[in-house]
């Protein structure tokens, strides 16, 4: 099976930058749209961003459009998630998720997902 894995995540001041990175084990990486979601306390998952296979392709939230950059290195297995001018309505658990069909926002088209990594802005 496909294992996930996010890293970058933690405390940061409104206005302030993270970069999440999602490494992927195995040999079928290449082949995989990546999604990000995002989920706070008492809410529902949240789509973020999306990525297709080649790269050449991106989906935003409207809610992090201009602020968030996915992109993907497939000879690294890993995928990033670059956040800029953070807010706190930003703050929560921030999944990968590899999906093997088409670029979806939609959580249940994606069959594989990381633990998750934690991301806080606050002052």
């Known amino acids: 099976q496909v294992q996930l894995v996010e890293s970058g995540g933690g405390l940061v001041q409104p206005g302030g930058s993270l970069r999440l990175s999602c490494a992927a084990s195995?040999?079928?990486?290449?082949?995989?749209?990546m999604g990000w979601f995002r989920q706070a306390p008492g809410k529902e998952r949240e789509f973020v961003a999306a990525?297709?296979?080649?790269?050449?392709?991106?989906y935003y939230a409207d809610s992090v459009k201009g602020r968030f950059t996915t992109s993907r290195d497939n000879a690294k297995n890993t995928v990033y998630l670059q956040m800029n001018g953070l807010k706190p309505e930003d703050t929560a658990v921030y999944y990968c998720?590899?999906?093997?069909?088409?670029?979806?926002?939609?959580?249940?088209?994606?069959?594989?997902w990381g633990q998750g990594t934690q991301v806080t802005v606050s002052s």
């Open positions: 998720a590899g999906s093997t069909g088409n670029t979806s926002q939609f959580g249940h088209d994606y069959g594989y």
């Open positions: 195995g040999r079928t990486f290449r082949s995989y749209t």
């Open positions: 990525i297709s296979w080649s790269g050449s392709t991106t």
